[in-house]
């Protein structure tokens, strides 16, 4: 005997916003009205908002509202209908996932009632919804077109998300949830009250199978690197505390001008990052992959908000903002990213080779003892070196197997054009590692003058951070500082100047690089619906 058919209606709402199409459109409207700066003139412009928003003492919705008025009131009318007629609903469009798209349309194929659901405004995403032919439950708002001093824009309806997800699906059914089968599609926490409420959840899946939404994980972690890094600031006081009454004079005199210096330590870390953007070109043009521009060096730098990484694999980010916001492919991004990683091997093992003879080559056999006699072991061995490697591709038996080996990983292998661009791009990266221990070397000309020149300073910059990355801890937090001290130390700089000397290059890069790309990228302008209402 077969079990009956099934009869109640199928329902089948997707969110918008990071589901049914790549990126944010809030963040887009923004984007295209405002620009980069016209955006961060408004956040200034609305600080105390935004940090009432941040501390969970505002809803979203009226920090969308606040944000969104003044976008609307600074945009000239002719701008402000070109964009809501013309550029968002085609650059919408143009960010429809394929896989949701195909989803969409196998559930109208079946007759199921379609839905977006989603917490952007309904003047935004009204037009992409008429284009797939489907409804829309969004977040309700004046029309931006007629807003005045008088009548200023202003939402007329909650935030379109969360538990108000469900409450406006159940109005809109005008028929109890557990009457129908839902297929919810989503991807934020503001879509979890959706998604468990539905009879077939999709957590990040176009697949037919149910996907539920993941269990919060348990307990937190603890904050460990916030109490070491009071520790350290700790440390240094102390440390200071206890210099002789002319040394500790002498120190806080230098730190208090060091505020005169700023500008030329950030002009060398921007020259850094300058050098860094254009290896990244160098490598992107190999592979014919996007063009130099505002929006490619913006998700480019926002990779560097989880620079602080173990490996610096957080930067693997800007692979997935880059595909999403500018559609570039994921796997030659990452075989780019891996391609950097070597360039960056490649020139901190050169320079130091070249300046720390006695740290890398002190077990060789030295010819006079000097820097030239250690060199030349360095290139015999080199030699030497590529001398076997010919020898061995020469015997045949080798040779096959390595042609058996290309053939069978051909395609998970990086383009041939990647591994030729990988020669100027090493290049690049000598220059970027010969600049940013400038900051070393003028910290401690500035706190401690006279005791470190610069072929010290790149050297301890290079072995300093090598040892960070090799503890894996996250920014190297802890064995950078005290790699940095033991060899400040080393080379006569006072020991209660090498602690704020350590302190002061970590707060300016990583950390600082850390919180500006933090900024920059989606802390602030991020996804609406990716935060919970206070």
């Known amino acids: 005997m077969t079990a009956p058919p099934n009869s109640r209606p199928v329902v089948a709402a997707f969110d918008c916003d990071g589901t049914l199409i790549c990126g944010d459109a809030t963040r887009l409207f923004l984007w295209r009205a405002r620009g980069p700066l016209g955006c961060l003139v408004d956040l200034l412009a609305i600080s105390p908002t935004l940090i009432r928003w941040k501390l969970g003492r505002l809803s979203t919705a009226a920090f969308k509202e606040r944000l969104l008025a003044r976008a609307v009131a600074r945009t000239p009318p002719h701008r402000l209908q070109g964009l809501l007629v013309e550029v968002i609903p085609a650059a919408l469009i143009t960010r429809l996932r394929l896989q949701a798209q195909h989803r969409l349309v196998w559930h109208r194929l079946h007759d199921h009632r379609v839905v977006i659901v989603t917490a952007s405004p309904r003047f935004l995403i009204q037009p992409l919804a008429d284009h797939l032919g489907v409804d829309l439950l969004a977040t309700e708002t004046t029309d931006p077109r007629h807003a005045t001093a008088a009548r200023p824009f202003r939402l007329l309806s909650p935030n379109c ?87 500790r004079r002498s120190l806080l005199s ?11 330590l950030y002009g060398v870390l921007l020259t850094s990052f300058t050098l860094r953007y254009w290896r990244w070109r160098v490598l992107l043009g190999a592979l014919s992959i996007g063009r130099r521009g505002r929006a490619d060096a913006f998700h480019w730098f926002r990779g560097f908000a989880l620079t602080a990484t173990p490996g610096k694999l957080g930067e693997l980010a800007r692979v ?8 570039y492919p994921r796997i030659p991004l990452i075989h780019v990213f891996f391609a950097e990683r070597t360039a960056d091997v490649v020139s901190v093992v050169t320079l130091l080779l070249l300046l720390a003879p006695v740290q890398v080559l002190g077990r060789l056999p030295t010819l006079g003892g000097s820097l030239q006699g250690r060199s030349m072991a360095l290139v015999a061995g080199a030699l030497l070196v590529a001398f076997l490697l010919a020898a061995c591709l020469r015997h045949s ?45 003028l910290l401690s000309h500035i706190l401690s003058p006279g005791h470190l020149g610069v072929a010290q300073s790149i050297t301890i910059y290079l072995l300093s951070g090598t040892a960070g990355m090799a503890s894996s801890l996250p920014g190297g937090i802890g064995v950078n500082e005290a790699a940095t001290v033991l060899l400040l130390a080393q080379q006569g700089v006072p020991i209660g ?19 500006l790309a933090s900024i920059n990228s989606s802390w602030l302008l991020r996804d609406f619906n990716r935060t919970n209402d206070a």
Do not use: C, N
């Open 254 to 264: 230098a730190l208090g001008s060091l505020p005169l210096w700023l500008p030329l």
């Open 320 to 327: 997935q903002a880059l595909h999403d916001s500018l559609g």
């Open 497 to 515: 100047t090498t602690l704020p000397i350590a302190i002061l290059r970590r707060l300016m890069t990583p950390w600082s690089i850390v919180a």
């Open 397 to 441: 038996g080798i040779r096959r197997r390595v042609a058996r080996w290309r053939s069978r990983w051909r395609h998970r292998l990086p383009d041939p054009a990647l591994v030729k661009a990988l020669i100027p791009a090493s290049g690049v990266s000598l220059m970027v590692w010969s600049t940013e221990p400038m900051l070393l070397f």
């Open 161 to 247: 998300k969360g538990a108000e997800k469900v409450q406006r699906l159940e109005r809109w059914l005008a028929e109890p949830m557990a009457g129908t089968d839902l297929h919810a599609y989503g991807d934020t926490r503001g879509d979890r009250e959706l998604l468990e409420a539905s009879s077939v959840p999709h957590w990040r899946s176009f697949a037919s199978a149910s996907v539920p939404y993941p269990q919060p994980r348990q307990g937190k972690q603890p904050p460990w690197s916030s109490l070491f890094g009071l520790l350290l600031l700790s440390l240094a006081m102390v440390g200071v505390s206890r210099l002789p009454e002319a040394e």
